[in-house]
DNA sequence: CTGAAAGCGCTAACAA
DNA sequence: TTGTTAGCGCTTTCAG
């Protein structure tokens, strides 16, 4: 590394004080703009930016918030970065990613590094049941928020999607089409997710008197493959449903796949509705399958704006759900 | 944040001097047994944690080395994100990821801070044909490596997985079959790795003496769609080919979807080979996708290993490209 | 309006 | 074997 020029070596190129030039670059105290000027241009000069090392340890401050991602496929941690990062930054705040990949070491050592490094604030991402930090890491009362991931450490603030209310959404949805027996066809039952989602399908389908079918409920695992047998054992019911409200999209897919191989047509003869929005997926299907979007940006933007309240010393309420929004596409609406 | 202990903290816990406390952690210089062990219990007891601002301001060494990524969903980036770290980590070195989501702004915004922290090297990631620090930023000499991306400035490095050998391996593979008809169905042709891939492709044909059947080789984008609408254009053919490579998965398995369709059988009627080896997409395909892998792992771990030859001051050579390897399944194999 | 000096937390050279 | 001190680059009083 060419040594970078320092504050001083900017002062005595300008020929001035330390303390001037500190001034000078940060509009502070008060300066003739002539000298001011001569600074700043020598700053440029040099090419001058100042060690923010110092200026943090100078602080007590480091300006830094510290990301761990636990999700390997970066699939649901980007969006929820990118928004994290937008609301950050207006306070001059910078957000550094690590990865974690499920890996309790590795996620031991990326805590030790932040905290080395004096963040101001740790958020901790990517699905998993039984979050917390790595036990023995005394985080001594820094600002700590889970997002679309949880702690079961009591009176940790988390936030995450409304995943019964998405689901109440998709099924409200295909209940508005006029539909009678609605399936659901999700994933593992020990996620919190789907039993959540379940609630929100039940909630929606008793709120309209409807009763739930337990033949129309099936677990299973996150896959296509999944989707597409699912159909298959749906299809030899006596009732077959009507409608089908997926536990993600690629179930929902699969869904749409075993269905054109049998002949069917969504959404005529069955609509089928997803979870995530997962745009690659969801778009690729035929028809283009319906989705309930969990909105993780904006998940991430609200993660920023309480995580400074939090660094600026206010007590924040522990938990929170963000509401989900429909994606109508073909799978229920042929017009969309 | 509650104030953490410093150094200071810790010796007067021990009853000794600031020195002595700091190389009894450091495990430097020559101390009584008993001294270091009352001061590491004193610093446990406090949960003392070294300021790494501190250490790296001393030191003019951030031990820190700044991701960036243009790769806005992860895919590509977090494997390399993986391999880098554990490489980078065994020399004591933290990686911090920035997301740029291929905006200028943000970049310039990330590069700015990361200089400002010091950090030690950078690494570039996420496809983009003409990559380069944004206009104005002067890295002063920063070791700078580009990984699955690429920068126009001369004498940079970059480090790149070998898209023809990729190419060529996919279809030695499908000629080892037996096939004779080849064709090639890819991604817009403004892509380097499309030029690239088409390259390897003829390069294989060649190699076995066969020509190159433009009739064979068509371009679109890379969607699941763009593969359905290819076979069937290939499939209006006079003569149709009997084996496909793929220009990635998505539309290797589109090509596979309209095969069903049409109720032709892979491997037997067409074998389809894809690019990327993309799990989800892969594996979800019927028949599972045969897909060349990029090995982005091992790139990242061979950019660790530069980088840290760069930071120790060598000399290297400018660009580099990592052999692919091909990954078996059904729809070229059926007994895969 | 500008300069000098202390100190953020740590390490390393030098004294004791 | 341990203690003292200077200084990394910066900001911020307090003098001049």
């Avoid at 008793?206 to 996150?222: H, I």
């Avoid at 309420?317 to 017009?335: E, G, K, Q």
Wanted: neutral net charge.
């Amino acid at each position: 590394m060419s040594p970078r020029p320092t504050l001083r070596d900017v002062a005595t190129h300008a020929g001035v004080s330390l303390g001037t030039a500190s001034k000078a670059l940060n509009k502070s105290g008060t300066l003739r703009s002539e000298t001011r000027n001569k600074v700043l241009a020598s700053a440029r000069a040099l090419g001058f930016r100042p060690n923010d090392l110092a200026q943090a340890l100078h602080r007590g401050q480091s300006y830094t918030v510290g990301l761990i991602s636990n999700d390997s496929f970066g699939r649901f941690t980007m969006p929820i970065m990118e928004g994290l990062e937008d609301v950050l930054h207006e306070a001059g705040i910078a957000l550094f990613m690590c990865n974690a990949t499920d890996d309790p070491e590795r996620e031991k050592r990326h805590i030790d590094q932040l905290l080395g490094k004096r963040v101001d604030g740790l958020v901790f991402t990517g699905r998993r049941a039984d979050r917390r930090p790595a036990p023995g890491l005394n985080l001594g009362g820094l600002p700590t928020i889970y997002v679309f991931s949880q702690s079961d450490e009591p009176g940790s603030v988390c936030l995450l999607p409304d995943d019964a209310g998405g689901a109440r959404l998709a099924t409200e949805h295909l209940l508005a089409l006029g539909r009678g027996r609605i399936a659901h066809v999700t994933g593992p039952q020990d996620f919190e997710a789907v039993r959540l989602r379940h609630e929100g399908y039940r909630q929606a389908l008793t709120g309209a008197d409807r009763a739930v079918d337990p033949d129309l409920v099936l677990y299973g695992d996150w896959s296509e493959h999944w989707g597409r047998e699912a159909l298959h054992r749906l299809c030899a019911l006596a009732q077959p449903p009507d409608a089908i409200v997926a536990g993600n999209d690629q179930i929902g897919r699969g869904l749409l796949e075993a269905m054109r191989e049998r002949g069917l047509v969504a959404p005529d003869d069955i609509a089928v509705i997803g979870f995530d929005n997962w745009s690659v997926m969801a778009e690729a299907a035929r028809p283009p399958l319906s989705s309930i979007d969990m909105n993780l940006r904006a998940l991430g933007e609200e993660a920023g704006r309480r995580l400074r309240r939090m660094m600026a010393g206010e007590e924040i309420a522990s938990t929170a759900r963000l509401p989900c929004s429909l994606v109508v596409r073909a799978s229920t609406d042929p017009t969309a």
